[in-house]
């Protein structure tokens, strides 16, 4: 893939890899290096900043495109990290 970026949807994720579906807005590959950014946030309120930044590499695995739209599945090459530190912790 080149030097653009890609806004998907998070389908699944796993220890492994996650699969996402995105807007067919660029050509992606299979077989080529990624770098993710997942982001999660707050599902009942958007409004609230994220709750979870994690970053890490991948591999694009498999790749579909049908109507529009541009499945993918990435597989980690290495552990995802937090991209910014906590400032604290909440345990439940």
């Not at 970026?5 to 890899?17: E, F």
């Not at 579906?21 to 993710?36: M, P």
């Not at 290495?78 to 910014?84: D, F, I, M």
């Amino acid at each position: 893939m080149g030097a653009g970026s890609v806004q998907a949807d998070l389908v699944d994720v796993s220890a492994g890899g996650l699969r996402a579906s995105c807007a067919l807005a660029t050509e992606l590959v299979a077989g080529g290096e990624v770098d993710i950014e997942i982001t999660v946030q707050d599902a009942n309120d958007a409004r609230h900043p994220p709750l979870v930044n994690l970053r890490g590499q991948g591999e694009l695995v498999r790749v579909h495109t049908h109507g529009g739209r541009c499945d993918m599945a990435v597989r980690f090459t290495g552990a995802l990290t937090l991209r910014e530190p906590f400032s604290q912790m909440l345990l439940f």
